[in-house]
């Protein structure tokens, strides 16, 4: 996951989204704006945790995180509380091979006293699963007035 992610002594710094099981995670250089949720987010913006396997989450924050993936902007839902972690080389390994296929978009496991923590995920292979299966007009979407910038 190279780039402005990775910080001088090694490590990566990722903005973690936890709500419960699974907790997911995306390089923090990718995110360009977080945005406060609002109802028409649900048809417009991807609802990770719920590709992920996860189930509904009540009374937890919401968020709209948008992520810059090549030329086109993609707005996920975060569900949870959000948290810019710096985590070492070593503890951001590869998903085993077995689990690709079921989670393209997951690209590595993040470990903490060697248990796995979070996954991590990668915009430009979810954009691509997602254009397999959308418009790609659905997948870039205007600036909401109200976005925090980052």
Known sequence: MPGRAEAEAGATALLTIDAGSPVWAIASDAVTMIEPFTDGD???????????????????????????????????????????????????????????????FVSHVALVDDEPVLLVVSPEPLLRALTATASPSSLTLPQRPEAIPC
């Open 42 to 104: 649900a048809e417009t913006a991807v609802d990770v945790r719920a590709l992920l396997g996860g189930g509904p989450v009540q009374d937890r924050a919401r968020r709209v995180v948008t992520v810059q993936v090549a030329e086109r902007r993609l707005r996920l839902i975060a569900r949870g509380a959000l948290q810019l972690r710096s985590l070492a080389r070593h503890e951001i390994v590869p998903l085993p091979a077995a689990f690709e296929q079921r989670s393209p």
